[in-house]
């Protein structure tokens, strides 16, 4: 296991991706995951997108790469030619070396606004990556869906043994799962088999009037138990990149909302109420001052903290990734 950051993290610095690998070593980081390939060469060209990898290589860093949406109901303009676009971007980028690639089916609200009912969107999607399969195979291949506040893990566990695993694998974001009042404990198990990237970040949460708000700390100053993650992941992925995505932003979750539960239907009382403790401890931490009071916390700019943030969140993951055995082994030539 390695320690990078997926670039969305320092996006406020607006460095190019030469500058954001130097960015990264300089900080002691180990990789990066990029976004789409756009913003690698505008222009999708073949050797500036080598330029990037070789750069990364040189600087001894791993790095990702995303691809579009494979959620059709997310799509501006005509099917075909979104996967006739994704069939290049996925040759673009295995011909980097890039197979592991990082995608989503949303951003959080479609389930519970759009006018398709998000079964459709899963089943719809499902065909649209199946589609693909040829060209996944063919370059040796993977989409690895993101739970972005949008997907649960149920749900992917089913969408990848229905598409096959070859072809589709997850991108766990492990404080996004609390999205659906998943217990990060256990959705890092369920989708442990099927982890081939992550958005690393940890949380606190805290209940509110609808149910529960949450609010993004650096790793090791939230509620997640990494002692008992980590190694979860590591048991079927050792050398899984543990990608450092953070931001601030609150955001609420109405689990309390007859609504809101109706359209979350794997959800069990057990794993509900784990959760609900969670958010019990993070209120006791807050209301004793061993966290700063979390409105007040989130008016100092992401830009002011991003470094200290960035170190204090790689320090921790390092550490325990050293303390627990799970670090990369070192050479002996």
């Keep these: 296991m390695r320690v990078g950051i997926d670039t969305f993290t320092i996006r406020d610095l607006k460095l190019n991706p030469f500058e954001t690998l130097d960015f990264i070593k300089k900080h002691d980081l180990e990789g990066a995951q990029f976004g789409g390939l756009r913003g690698l060469s505008e222009n999708l060209d073949l050797g500036e997108l080598k330029d990037v990898r070789q750069y990364a290589d040189g600087l001894g860093l791993y790095s990702h790469v995303s691809t579009g949406t494979c959620n059709p109901h997310l799509l501006q303009g005509d099917l075909d030619a979104h996967r006739h676009a994704m069939e290049k971007e996925i040759q673009l980028a295995a011909d980097c070396g890039w197979h592991e690639l990082h995608s989503s089916l949303g951003s959080g609200d479609e389930r519970y606004k759009h006018q398709v009912p998000w079964t459709r969107h899963l089943a719809d999607s499902a065909d649209f990556i199946r589609s693909l399969g040829p060209a996944l195979r063919t370059h040796g291949s993977r ?7 949008d997907t649960s893990t149920f749900e992917l566990l089913r969408l990848i043994e229905n598409v096959g695993p070859d072809i589709a694998g997850i991108c766990l974001d492990t404080a996004n799962v609390l999205c659906h009042a998943e217990d990060p404990v256990s959705a890092a198990r369920r989708a442990a088999p099927y982890t081939h990237l992550t958005h690393t970040k940890d949380a606190i949460i805290f209940f509110v009037s609808g149910g529960y708000r949450r609010q993004t700390l650096p790793a090791g100053k939230g509620a997640l138990d990494w002692g008992s993650i980590l190694p979860i992941l590591a048991e079927y992925s050792p050398d899984l990149p543990i990608s450092i995505e953070d931001h601030k932003w609150l955001f609420d979750f109405n689990v309390f909302d007859p609504a809101w539960l109706a359209l979350n ?10 959760v609900c403790q969670i958010a019990f401890l993070c209120q006791g931490r807050i209301n004793s001052g061993e966290l700063p009071e979390p409105d007040k916390y989130e008016t100092i700019p992401f830009i002011d903290e991003l470094e200290e943030r960035l170190s204090c969140g790689r320090d921790y993951l390092k550490g325990t990734i050293r303390r627990l055995g799970l670090a990369p082994k070192q050479s002996s030539s």
């Design 265 to 274: 239907p794997d959800l069990t009382i057990e794993e509900f109420g784990r």
């Design 143 to 149: 989409i690895n869906l993101e739970t972005h506040g």
